[in-house]
Every structure is written in structure tokens, then in C-alpha cells.
């Protein structure tokens, strides 16, 4: 289920676009969405796209399923990245390496996304 504040993250991302809340009063990015900019509490937020490559911040080998639908999807990578173009945004993200052990901080990652017809868009990270 997509909460609606996401829906501007996943509009974007079924167009191949990855974007973030922006504040026009302050010019900051913020994430997650909020109904207020953390920084000046204006409301005047858009969704602005980026050009999407970013940055590998940390990472880490997810080999057991928490949740049993997840099961053949192990093992898989959880990751945090950061984007030059987007300061302020650090996006919890799935990386899909070819092999786990080649990841690290500081790799250079690219968005993938990935649109099944009638399911929401999803995005997730190759090394660039
Ligand atoms: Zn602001």
C-alpha cells in the first residue's frame, strides 16, 4: 500500500525520474515527505527531480528473511545513498550488485526502475 504523501516519488519514478521534496522558500530537499519543510516550515514544497546518480553512505548483506515473502529474494542489499544534486536526502534503497562483496562506500550508483503494468514503480540502485 503507498501512503499518499509517497505518491510524487512514485508518479516521478513510473516516468523514470527520480525526485524529492523541495522547499521554494529555503531551496532545500528534504526525506521523507512532509506536509511542512523541516527546515523554514513553509508549506510551498514541489517534487523536483534529479539527475539520480548518487553515492553509496553504508550498506549492508541482508541474509535472513525477516519477512517470508522476501525468502527468494536473499540474499539482497540494503543501503543508504546520497545524492550531490540533492543535499539533505539520504534514500534507504535496495542495491543490485552482481556480486555482494564488490560494494563500497563510496561507490558511485545509479537509479533502476522498474514499471510492471498496474503495479507501482519500483526503484533500486546498480553500481554506475
Ligand atoms: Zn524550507
Given amino acids: 500500500m503507498m501512503l499518499p ?3 510524487g516519488f512514485f508518479e516521478n519514478a513510473a516516468q523514470q525520474r527520480l525526485a524529492f521534496p523541495y522547499c521554494r522558500r529555503c531551496a532545500n530537499f528534504h526525506w521523507y515527505p512532509m506536509p511542512r519543510c523541516p527546515q523554514c516550515r513553509s508549506r510551498d514544497i514541489i517534487w523536483r527531480s534529479i539527475e539520480g546518480r548518487g553515492e ?3 550498506f549492508s548483506h541482508v541474509m535472513h528473511a525477516f ?9 539482497y542489499v540494503v543501503a ?18 552482481p556480486a555482494m562483496d564488490t560494494l563500497q562506500v563510496g561507490d558511485s550508483v545509479v537509479p533502476v526502475f522498474r514499471t510492471d503494468d498496474g503495479e507501482q514503480p519500483m526503484v533500486e540502485f546498480r553500481l554506475a
Avoid: M
Avoid at 545513498?81 to 536526502?89: E, H, Q
Fill in 5 to 7: 504523501e509517497f505518491a
Fill in 56 to 58: 553509496l553512505v553504508s
Fill in 67 to 75: 519477512d517470508k515473502s522476501r525468502s527468494d529474494a536473499l540474499p
Fill in 80 to 97: 543508504l545513498v546520497k545524492f550531490a544534486d540533492a543535499p539533505g536526502v539520504n534514500l534507504i534503497t535496495n542495491i543490485d550488485a
